[in-house]
């Protein structure tokens, strides 16, 4: 009982990180729940051979990234090519342009591979370039070429949105 | 528009929407059932595991105290091919358990689980396929040189028909068994983990391309 209080008090804590997976890697409300159950799931089971050697974000970042990307839907979905849902508050200033730029961003996001996902999100929680290919395992020069690719793939895709709504 | 010009904004735009989840939601989600391909593998070969030892029991008993020798040798057989293929689903099971509780990482975590699905199918397709010479071939021959008389067995040596015409029924039922056999047990384990093996794959090629 003292284990399962202590994760869940932990998991507490970093839940957002729970959110930020689903959210990335589902569009649909009931896709995301079913995902977010699992990787809590997985994170249980595995919550034993946690040995705090590691930060729990860390930790929770690899189970959630491993479930997110090992989840099967058996039905296909056409990828989301843009959120609508709920945005947060953006500065006054060129409010209108920064929230659209924002959103052709996050609709560019959404259409990359589950790998692309994976690194986009750890680069935006500011991991280097050494932790994300100690997570993924892959080298940190992978790493990079890989983010070089998919920052110029982002732009491409965010500005051809972009015109589309000018 | 730049990745990093956005980060912070992108990074807010993730964490929202959401519903904050209290102590007693996740206590409750720590009791859900798993809805992963391979947690519901597990629960398969479980499941498996657990019809294995019940059909094991009978095959053994008869395979001992059978009156009829090719009974006894057949059940035999068919309850060592059984045992064999438990202890493999045990194995796979155990592999299933340590891949759960360690956290690999991404690349090695993609490798496990199609290394797992991948010798479950090649498994499963080889047991099947065994028990095709075991069930037709194995079967026929004992029959034949059983030296007490099986009724159904006998029935079969009396009907009326020409020698070739019995050895050709028999030809053509083994061929179309084991085409039958061989073809649905493809088609079934594709249509099981095909889908989901070549998802993996492809995220495992994604990953090690540069």
Known sequence: ???????????????????????LYMDRHADREDLFQEIILQAWKAFPSFRGDAKFSTWLYRVALNTAITFFRKEKRKPAVFITET??????????????????????????????KALVMLYLEDYSYNEIGEMMGITANNVAVKMNRIRLKLKETTAQQLAIND | MELDELKSQ????????????????????????????IGKLKKSLRKEIFLGVLVLLPLGY?????????LRIYFSVTAVLCAAFLGLLIYLIKRINRLSVDILPVSRNLTEIVRIIEEFIRRYFQFTMALVPVCLIFAFFLGYHEPKHIDGLDHF????????WKLWLVVIYLIGF?????????????????????????????????
């Open chain 1, 1 to 23: 009982m003292g284990l399962e209080k202590e994760f869940i008090s932990l998991l507490n804590q970093h839940q957002r990180i729970v959110n930020k997976v689903c959210n």
């Open chain 2, 178 to 210: 084991t085409v039958l056999v061989y073809y649905f047990t493809k088609w079934y384990l594709r249509k099981l983990y095909g889908n989901y093996l070549a998802e993996l794959k492809e995220c495992m090629k994604e990953l090690t391309i540069e």
């Open chain 2, 157 to 164: 040596v009396q009907l009326q028909l020409d020698a070739r």
């Open chain 2, 62 to 70: 008869i395979g001992i105290a059978s009156e009829y020798r090719s």
């Open chain 1, 87 to 116: 945005f947060p508050e953006m500065p006054a200033e060129n409010e209108d342009s920064l929230e659209e730029k924002v959103k052709a961003m996050y609709g560019a996001i959404s259409m990359l591979s589950k790998i692309d």
């Open chain 2, 10 to 37: 992108l990074k807010e735009k993730l964490a929202t929407d959401h519903t904050g989840r209290s102590d007693a939601d996740i206590a409750f989600l720590l009791r859900a059932k798993t809805n992963s391909v």
